[in-house]
């Protein structure tokens, strides 16, 4: 099985810009997906921040993403399911690390799957999104921003 190939403006384990953090805007960056597999029916994204104090920090979890739906920034107007994050918001919710913490590790973690999901975005947490895909994964990409602030 071929990764998908998960491309942005920055390159994988360097630095997230500051317009994508909370010092700026809540815009998340363009997501380029490439490899995407035959099959691929939808797409699932799931972005977290294992650095946080306490615990893993969930910024988005989205699903029943189209596969034409290639390239994601802020000024897409793409239909998909969302639930919501650790800040109880219902959409990407930006790097902001406690100042003068250490450089966090954002995930950008993007699957294939072989089917629409049957979740509601009312009730779905991060581990039901997991936990319904599971056998219907047929490829995943990751991508890793890092961002501190101070």
């Not at 920055?10 to 010092?23: A, H, R, V």
Request: proline content about 6%; hydrophobic content about 40%.
């Amino acid at each position: 099985m071929e990764n998908l190939k998960i491309t942005s403006d920055f390159e994988n384990n360097w630095s997230i810009p500051q317009l994508y953090s909370c010092e700026w805007q809540n815009f998340n960056p363009e997501l380029i997906i490439e490899n995407l597999p035959d099959g691929t029916v939808s797409l699932a994204i799931i972005m977290d921040d294992p650095d946080a104090p306490n615990w893993t920090f969930i910024h988005w979890v989205a699903w029943n993403i189209m596969p034409w739906d290639i390239s994601f920034n802020s000024s897409g107007s793409w239909e998909f399911d969302e639930w919501l994050n650790s800040a109880w918001k219902k959409w990407y919710t930006w790097p902001c690390p406690p100042v003068w913490h250490w450089i966090h590790h954002y995930h950008f973690k993007i699957y294939a799957l072989s089917e629409k999901l049957d979740l509601s975005s009312e009730t779905t947490k991060k581990q039901n999104l997991e936990n319904e895909m599971q056998w219907k994964i047929i490829s995943m990409g990751e991508l890793i921003g890092l961002y501190g602030r101070g």
